[in-house]
Each structure stands twice: as C-alpha cells, then as structure tokens.
C-alpha cells in the first residue's frame, strides 16, 4: 500500500477555505482515501499554533479536525518523544544553512524511517531534502 506523510501546510490548507492550496489539498483528499498515512503529534501542534491568533470558529474547526485526523484509523500518528526530537535537534543542526523548523526535520526523519518519499505539502523544504511534494 502506498504511504505518504501528512504535513502542517496541507492541514492548514484544508482547515481554511481562504487558503490558497485548499481547492488542491482537498482535491488529494479524494484521491489519498486509498492510502496509508502516516504524520505526527507535532505536526498537530504545530499546525494549532498557526491557528493561534485567528478567529474562534476557526480555531473550532482546527481542533475539529485534528481530532478528526488523530482518531482515523486510516493514519498513524507517530507520538514524540525524547528520541524522536533528540534526532530532529540533529538534522536541524547539520542543516543550519535551511530554514526547516524542528518539526520539519522531525517530519523528515519519521518519513525516512517510514520509507516515505511523498509529503502531502507545498513546502519546498522537502524537496531540498529529496521528497516529492504534492502541493
């Protein structure tokens, strides 16, 4: 079965119907019904932080989809701990010429282990990493 990691950027994509990329985000919806997903806690923190200074309805329908996205069966959601970020902190300093976030060399490092070579996002920083991007 094909995997493909999740990223905050489609998550916040799909969340605000003023984004952007959310005609595409949900148009992969439909067609990743059929495959498996994997992402993590920290993308779901991540993604509510950038939902922090919008408006309540919003922030409702962030939270409504996060626990939505946590409890489908259909994705795993990689919990963080200790040695998960210990390993982020390392990509992120071996790579301190990029702009990747904690939570970017996080995500990087769990779709390696993975064996996951598709991130359902628009952000270039894992295409410099050798990714597809499907945004």
Request: one cysteine or more; hydrophobic letters at 40%.
């Amino acid at each position: 079965m094909h995997t493909i990691f999740i990223d905050t950027h489609y998550l916040i994509a799909i969340i605000n119907l003023a984004d952007q990329w959310h005609t595409a985000a949900t148009n992969y919806a439909q067609q990743i019904s059929k495959s498996r997903l994997v992402t993590t806690d920290c993308i779901f923190v991540e993604t509510l932080n950038y939902f922090a200074n919008y408006s309540p309805t919003l922030k409702e329908r962030a939270v409504d989809t996060i626990q939505r996205f946590s409890l489908h069966s259909g994705i795993q959601v990689v919990e963080q701990d200790a040695l998960l970020v210990a390993d982020g902190i390392q990509l992120y300093r071996s790579r301190l010429d990029k702009g990747y976030s904690l939570t970017d060399c996080i995500s990087m490092n769990v779709a390696r282990e993975f064996g996951i070579t598709q991130i359902l996002t628009h952000d270039n920083h894992f295409r410099q990493e050798g990714f597809e991007i499907l945004l």
